[in-house]
């Protein structure tokens, strides 16, 4: 029986990873996925993993590096997709070998947390768990016309995208609070690729809102290839004030003629559900798992975030690792021990977050450190 070799993949073996990915995951009329998603299947990065049986690659796991900018924090982070396995060879355990392999890996590299873009037991094997909520808005044709009627703006001017648009663009993603670290060359690469788009079969359709003293907000829309197929259109990317970015989701629901615009918003933009109230909506948890690569390190990352949001709770709060799968919490002498599921529901989850501080505010005895909310995302 032939031995199964688990390693980075070589400069010369990426075609090979493109055509398992294009065989699983794309059809005839879907763009490949090296355009989708070129950092998967990038030369420069070369991060990526694959199972090899006698030669043969026959199972990948893309996997890039960023840095994710949360208030004043930088934090280091893994995302990890384009999963795939040759039928022949499914079901033994190929892929979570690669896993190990990444998960490895990404601790030498320095990152505190592993983004995945599924949820099955693949990943909850590996202590990958769901985390964070966002409120799905529908944006109709009778929402869209409250919209603009609750948040007009005379003096605003909606248009596309054009060749003198880049750096004001670039401006208006890094004042998010909440962001990838992108430059002007990344946010262009992105909307080129058209990487979530492209797996909906849709393409990207950009939209710029402004006025004389410039501009006010962007949003990358996805529309229906084939919109006799499929009328429904999906919010991308956006930036920019909330009022601006509701205007450009009501004139493009009314533009394009759609049935309705997707709008996945995270719970912390509080300015964009207000604009978006008239709307339908529904809560629903994030398409994807987090793994903490390393507790310690995750938390030397966000602590300036924390100290941004409570620093005289901060001050006094110490989180250290026990053991790889615990948390221990200090505050003013008092101590409690959170498992890895719960630490991630404690950060990540807003729901959840809250009854997770007040048991803890009662172990540790201060309406204080019920008040510090952790949660960020």
Aim: charged letters at 20%.
């Amino acid at each position: 029986m032939a031995e199964i070799e688990i390693r980075m993949l070589n400069s010369d073996e990426f075609e090979e990873a493109v055509q398992l990915s294009n065989q699983t995951f794309r059809s005839s009329d879907q763009s490949s996925m090296e355009l989708a998603f070129p950092q998967v299947f990038s030369l420069s990065l070369r991060q990526s993993y694959g199972a090899f049986k006698n030669g043969k690659m026959v199972s990948f796991i893309g996997l890039v590096p960023a840095i994710i900018h949360i208030g004043a924090a930088s934090l280091n982070v893994f995302s990890i997709g384009s999963v795939c396995t040759e039928p022949a060879s499914r079901g033994k355990g190929y892929a979570s070998k690669i896993l190990n392999h990444i998960l490895a890996h990404a601790d030498r590299a320095g990152a505190s947390l592993l983004l995945v873009s599924g949820y099955g037991p693949l990943y909850t094997r590996a202590n990958c768990f769901r985390f964070g909520t966002v409120m799905r808005y529908s944006v109709e044709a009778e929402s869209a016309e409250a919209i603009v009627k609750n948040h007009s703006d005379s003096d605003c001017e909606i248009r596309e995208l054009t060749a003198a648009d880049w750096f004001d663009i670039s401006e208006l993603a890094r004042k998010r609070i909440i962001r990838y670290e992108q430059s002007v060359w990344d946010l262009a690469a992105l909307m080129r690729s058209q990487a979530m788009a492209s797996c909906m079969k849709m393409h990207h359709k950009v939209l710029l809102a402004g006025a004389n003293e410039g501009l006010k907000a962007f949003l990358v829309l996805g529309l229906p290839n084939d919109p006799q197929q499929n009328s429904d259109a999906m919010a991308v990317e956006w930036g920019g004030d909330g009022d601006s970015i509701g205007q450009l989701l009501a004139y493009a629901a009314q533009k394009y003629q759609v049935s309705r615009i997707e709008v996945p918003v995270p719970w912390h933009e509080t300015s964009l559900a207000k604009v978006l109230a008239p709307a339908k909506k529904t809560r629903d948890q994030n398409l994807g798992t987090v793994h903490i690569v390393d507790f310690e390190r995750f938390i030397r990352q966000i602590r300036p975030f924390l100290h941004e949001k409570s620093d005289s709770v901060t001050q006094r709060l110490q989180l250290k690792a026990s053991g790889k799968k615990n948390v221990e919490i200090e505050l003013d002498g008092h101590h409690a021990i959170l498992d890895s599921r719960s630490f991630v529901s404690l950060v990540f989850d807003q729901i959840r977050a809250v009854l997770t501080m007040s048991k803890l505010a009662a172990v540790f005895k201060s309406k204080k450190f019920d008040d510090c909310n952790l949660c960020f995302i």
